[in-house]
C-alpha cells in the first residue's frame, strides 16, 4: 500500500483523533485549503518577516510568535521531506504522488493568500528550513492563527509519518540556526529595538 493510501485510509486508525475530534488527516486538510498560491508581483510592497514589530507585539524576546517558531522547528527537523513535499504539491508546484523531497541549496520562495485574505511568503531551504514570512499589515491575532494552524499540520504530519513506519528525515541542522538567530536577537534587543527578524525581501 502506497504511503498516500497508508494515511487517508481506514488503515489509519479512526480512533486516533486530536482536540476536537478532529483526525490527523483533517489537521493537514484544514492548512493545506490556506494555501492560494499568487503571482510574486500581486505581494503588497510591504515588509514580510517571520516576526515583525507590532502594536500589541513589540517585543520579539516577548512575543507569542517566538515560541511558535522554537515549536515549528522543533518538529520540521525531523520531517522536513514529508512537509516540503506536501507544501508545493499543495501549491501546484510539483507533481501529484511525490511524498518526499529535498530542501533546496538556495532559497526558494512562494507567495499565497490565506482564506482570510492574508498575504504570506513560504520561503524553502537547507540552510533555514521551513519558513512563513508575514507581511507588516497582517495582525498578530492573524498572524497567530496562522502559525497555529501550521503547528497542527506539522505535528499531524509527524503523527501521521509514526502510524506509517516510515523514516524520520536526517536533521539538516536548521533549528540550530532558528536557535542562534533567536538568541542573537534577544540579545540585540536588550539595546535597540528590533526592526523585525527573518525578514525576506519581496
Known amino acids: 500500500m502506497s504511503f498516500f493510501k497508508k494515511i487517508f485510509s481506514k488503515h489509519v486508525p479512526e480512533t486516533i483523533n486530536q482536540p476536537a475530534g478532529k ?5 493537514i486538510v484544514e492548512f493545506q485549503q490556506e494555501l492560494n498560491l499568487i503571482e510574486w508581483d500581486s505581494l503588497k510592497d510591504v515588509e514580510y518577516a517571520m516576526w515583525l514589530p507590532a502594536d500589541q507585539d513589540a517585543k520579539f524576546a516577548a512575543s507569542p510568535i517566538t515560541e511558535k517558531w522554537t515549536q515549528v522547528y522543533s518538529i520540521t527537523k525531523d520531517y522536513w521531506s514529508y512537509i516540503t513535499a506536501n507544501l508545493l504539491e499543495t501549491l501546484g508546484l510539483i507533481e501529484k504522488g511525490m511524498f518526499r523531497t529535498e530542501l533546496p541549496e538556495e532559497l526558494q520562495a512562494y507567495a499565497f493568500t490565506t482564506k482570510g485574505g492574508e498575504q504570506v511568503i513560504l520561503s524553502l531551504s537547507k540552510e533555514k528550513g521551513i519558513r512563513l514570512h508575514f507581511a507588516s499589515t497582517t495582525s498578530l491575532d492573524s498572524r497567530l492563527h496562522i502559525l497555529n494552524k ?3 499540520y506539522c505535528k499531524a504530519w509527524k503523527d ?3 502510524l506509517t513506519n516510515e523514516a ?6 536548521f533549528a540550530g540556526w ?4 533567536k538568541k542573537t536577537s534577544e540579545e ?3 539595546g535597540e529595538p528590533l526592526e523585525g527578524v527573518g525578514k525576506i525581501l519581496k
Open 150 to 152: 501550521f503547528i497542527l
Open 160 to 162: 501521521m509519518i509514526a
Open 178 to 181: 532558528w536557535g542562534l538567530l
Open 23 to 27: 483526525t490527523l488527516a483533517r489537521f
Open 188 to 190: 540585540v534587543e536588550k
Open 168 to 173: 524520520p528525515d536526517k536533521d539538516l541542522g
